[in-house]
T-cell receptor, first 109, second 114 residues
Framework: GQNIDQPTEMTATEGAIVQINCTYQ??????LFWYQQHAGEAPTFLSY????GLEEKGRFSSFLSRSKGYSYLLLKELQMKDSASYLC??????????FGAGTTVTVRA | IAGITQAPTSQILAAGRRMTLRCTQD?????MYWYRQDLGLGLRLIHY???????GKGEVPDGYSVSRANTDDFPLTLASAVPSQTSVYFC?????????????FGPGTRLTVL
């Protein structure tokens, strides 16, 4: 199985940068996903990493180090609408996802 | 509009009753999944189906059953509901032929078992 850890909560100011870390211990690895979930809504896909390095997509970037079992999601130029939970998920060799408990990010004005 | 639909949106159920949560997707995705989401525990996989006609057990399958008679539909059945099955249930689908095989989620069903 998978053991996935991420911080429970983070708070940041509008316009700032926040980095959400995710560490994992896995019995099989076939990619790491980040999802965003607003309160009362479904998770939506943000990013995918399967090779080491940084993937950039607009204000959001995701990094992966497979040897360290580590990833982070970087949110730049924070906006109020970025207040949400951010879910780290690891995919195994059977294409099943295991999710961390999620990090709730609160953006203050 | 393409996507995943779930029904009902919410339900209050007496313990011991049978309940089927419906999930339908129109994206022709081969794989479908059922998760439950509980505060502090995140999303946990209940059952999955890699293709029509096949199903598999996830992390928390006890008390739940699924079927996959066709590509589009993946119902989840609680044979005899218990209060610990109070949760938000999400259905998801993915296309294994796609680049990332990302999962797309339905809007969820909020279930309360009393």
């Amino acid at each position: 199985g998978q053991n996935i850890d991420q911080p429970t909560e983070m708070t940041a100011t509008e316009g700032a940068i926040v980095q959400i870390n995710c560490t994992y211990q896995t019995s099989g690895f076939n990619g790491l996903f980040w999802y965003q979930q607003h309160a009362g809504e479904a998770p939506t896909f943000l990013s995918y990493n399967v090779l080491d390095g940084l993937e950039e997509k607009g204000r959001f970037s995701s990094f992966l180090s497979r040897s360290k079992g580590y990833s982070y999601l970087l949110l730049k130029e924070l906006q109020m609408k970025d207040s949400a939970s951010y879910l780290c998920a690891v995919r195994d060799g059977d294409y099943k996802l295991s999710f961390g408990a999620g990090t709730t990010v609160t953006v203050r004005a | 509009i393409a996507g995943i639909t779930q029904a009902p949106t919410s339900q209050i159920l007496a313990a011991g009753r049978r309940m089927t949560l419906r999930c339908t997707q129109d994206m022709r995705h081969n794989a479908m999944y059922w998760y439950r989401q509980d505060l502090g525990l995140g999303l946990r996989l209940i059952h999955y189906s890699n293709t029509a006609g096949t199903t598999g057990k996830g992390e928390v399958p006890d008390g739940y059953s699924v079927s996959r008679a066709n590509t589009d539909d993946f119902p989840l059945t609680l044979a005899s509901a218990v209060p610990s099955q109070t949760s938000v249930y999400f259905c998801a689908s993915s296309d294994s032929a796609g680049a990332n095989h990302e999962q797309f989620f339905g809007p969820g069903t909020r279930l309360t078992v009393l």
